[in-house]
């Protein structure tokens, strides 16, 4: 079975760019989550989705990060417009069911001169 | 909020020999312990769990302890090898994953 796949895998853009990261669950699994891993801050739960639906989206830093889930098989984070400070590896997770074994994409690379 | 505190934050050894990492949860309704392998450069990968019915959990050289009086768990390995290398988290969950903050095991031949 394919794991959960995360495009692009590095993404170099300057300041002010929008940048749009994407993933694809597991098919068959119905929440997912986003999670950036900086050195200082570690592994942090941006928002999460339940059935498409975000359920939690506490850990979303600002208003210039969004995360949208239109189907059961894709979701994008944006950020807009983008800041140095958004420098960092960003991972996508599914599961099947609720506290269940979270399952990581490869991440995504991202970086901001 | 929900915290959980990891320690070490390294941790070397000999090969052959076994590491033990500790993990404190505040959540006390937090009923998942999962804990996750992460090699340089790689996504986290799951390697054992437990759920808060359950007091130790065994998986060949790997095994997970939780008590949940005193909101601890523990991850031990045995007869460590140098593939063993790797950051190691743990996480606390009742809905959502809060992750400790890692420790970075060295194994030396």
């Known amino acids: 079975d394919a794991g959960v796949i995360q495009s692009p895998r590095h993404e170099v853009t300057e300041m002010g760019q929008e940048v749009t990261l994407r993933c694809k669950p597991i098919?068959?699994?119905?929440?997912l989550f986003w999670y950036r891993q900086t050195m200082m801050r570690g592994l942090e739960l941006l928002i999460y989705?339940?059935?498409?639906?975000?359920?939690?989206d506490s850990g979303m830093p600002e208003d210039r990060f969004s995360a949208k889930m239109p189907n059961a098989s894709f979701s994008t984070l944006k950020i807009q417009p983008s800041e140095p400070r958004d420098s960092a590896v960003y991972f996508c997770?599914?599961?099947?069911?609720?506290?269940?074994?979270?399952?990581f994409g490869d991440g995504t690379r991202l970086s901001i001169l | 909020g929900e915290n959980v505190e990891q320690h070490p934050s390294t941790l070397s050894v000999q090969e052959g020999d076994s590491a033990v990492i500790k993990c404190t949860y505040s959540?006390?309704?937090?009923?998942?312990f999962p804990w996750y392998k992460q090699e340089l450069g790689k996504r986290p990968q799951l390697i054992i769990d437990?759920?808060?019915?359950?007091g130790e959990k065994k998986d060949q050289r790997i095994a997970v302890t939780l008590n949940k009086t005193a909101k601890h768990f523990s991850l031990h390995i045995t007869e460590t090898q140098p593939e063993d290398s790797a950051v190691y988290f743990c996480?606390?969950?009742?809905?959502?994953?809060?992750f400790g903050t890692g420790t970075r095991l060295q194994v030396f031949p």
């Open positions: 997770a599914s599961s099947w069911g609720g506290n269940q074994p979270q399952h």
């Open positions: 098919s068959g699994h119905d929440y």
């Open positions: 989705f339940n059935n498409n639906v975000p359920i939690d």
């Open positions: 959540d006390s309704a937090s009923n998942y």
């Open positions: 437990i759920r808060s019915n359950v």
């Open positions: 996480a606390a969950s009742r809905v959502k994953l809060i």
